[in-house]
DNA sequence: CGAGCCGTTGAGGGGATTCAAGCTCAGTGG
DNA sequence: CCACTGAGCTTGAATCCCCTCAACGGCTCG
């Protein structure tokens, strides 16, 4: 039998119940931090709810604090020297991002909401020194950086080498990880779509109007589909 | 005027002059340990030496050491799902890769030595727990961590998108921040540059060739080249 | 209902791939 | 010393895939 968290037995908090769930989907972050700060950070963070296409934070902003994603789908863009933009990775439920604020540093990346989303916004001086700071926490932390980055390999790796065919399949793979509990997934914009692969829009749009035709996509609305699993199998096997 | 690091007044040792250089080139990952692990350190830590194109570790093997590149480039490359080989980013002198060793996690990536490298191999043991450790280290790391997700993202951006001419000039770029100080650059072999940018050995070889014709790149040996800055810089504007 | 954005589809051209053939160069052994 | 060898590099020709340019349709929103 578990005990109960310190931070869940001040129910009263408004921010107590929201840090509650949050502790959930993110794998407990900052359920390892002592009473006192856990009870400093309800009263500090911010639980924002964002709209679609939302900027979160730019490239180069100096880094103020890291976010956690509560709900929906974020994605990290950067310019191109020759100015295009080009999207790195996706991040979903549960993780971390903005890490790099706790280092002082600005932001990597620009972060922009795909989804409506719901972020925990934690300001990086409440995480303090990471050296004075916990020894699990910065473990954790540590954790989530080395997952960004094996995240970051398998976008290069998988996402921007192939035909266009097999790319999009491998995206809808990707986006079928990101997918909430209903089963359909969330369908990008055909221009993001491209900005994620390397390809055209209308190459986008292309390979996704085949697909569908195929029967390995159903759109349910502009930006909702489901996909048929083994189709999609299918067709990354074929080729 | 600096004080002498303690792990430097213990001459005799063999270890430590080794140290020493490498504290010099790596920015000091572990000056800021107590003596007494300092001590423990030059007892157990190796400094192999590798001839070029030699596996230092393979994806998914069991991460038991870090290691700090002395000396050499090294690449980390992964397998596409289907099978094709795919080079996710370089390390450089002063680079420390494999970190994911010490969270107790598999190696994310193979790891293989273009050049002949000097690397220092430190068991992950040796750096304990990481929680209990002194707080600078795994601040340092946390920025290592950082700094290896920026590379990631820059490969990304940068060498996966654009016609084949514009990567192989972006990829040039990095090569010459990644030379010695005789201003000449490590030359992939045109497979690798491949893998680099996501174009068949024939391509790369093509715009090579072409470079070379212009007088941007003027080729020593097989493996080392010199370029010229400015032309470089000149074909990279023209678009 | 018009405006604007996004998605779709078509036609044509261009750039990368594919297939194929020489070439260079270092290493080997006669 | 030099032919032999094999791996890697280069170049050519043909094909194919993706990009470019363009037009059109659907949808939302003022």
Redesign the pocket.
């Known amino acids: 039998m578990k005990a109960v968290p310190p931070y869940l037995q001040s129910e009263n908090h408004p921010q107590a119940r929201v840090c509650a769930s949050c502790e959930v989907r993110s794998g407990a972050l900052f359920g390892v931090l002592d009473p006192n700060s856990i009870v400093r950070i309800h009263t500090d963070i911010d639980d924002p709810s964002l709209p679609a296409e939302t900027r979160i934070y730019a490239r180069g902003e100096p880094g103020t604090a890291v976010y956690t994603v509560r709900a929906g789908i974020v994605r990290f863009q950067r310019l191109t020297a020759g100015g295009q933009r080009r999207i790195v990775r996706l991040a979903g439920r549960g993780d971390l991002i903005g890490q790099e604020a706790l280092l002082q540093q600005p932001y990597a990346d620009e972060a922009v909401s795909c989804t409506p989303v719901q972020l925990c916004r934690i300001p990086s001086h409440l995480v303090g020194h990471l050296g004075q700071a916990d020894g699990t926490l910065t473990h954790e932390l540590m954790r989530r950086w080395q997952q960004a980055l094996e995240q970051a390999g398998l976008w290069a790796t998988e996402l921007t080498s192939g035909?266009?065919?097999q790319r999009v399949l491998k995206l809808l793979g990707e986006l079928s990880r990101l997918a909430d509990e209903s089963g359909e997934i969330w369908m990008p914009?055909?221009?993001d779509m491209g900005a994620m692969l390397?390809?055209?829009?209308?190459?986008a749009?292309?390979m996704?109007?085949q697909l569908?035709r195929e029967g390995v996509l159903k759109?349910l609305s502009?930006r909702r589909a489901v996909l048929d699993p083994d189709a999609l199998a299918r067709a990354l096997a074929a080729g």
């Open positions: 035909v266009a065919r914009r055909r221009e390397g390809l055209t829009v209308e190459t749009s292309r996704v109007s569908r759109s502009q």
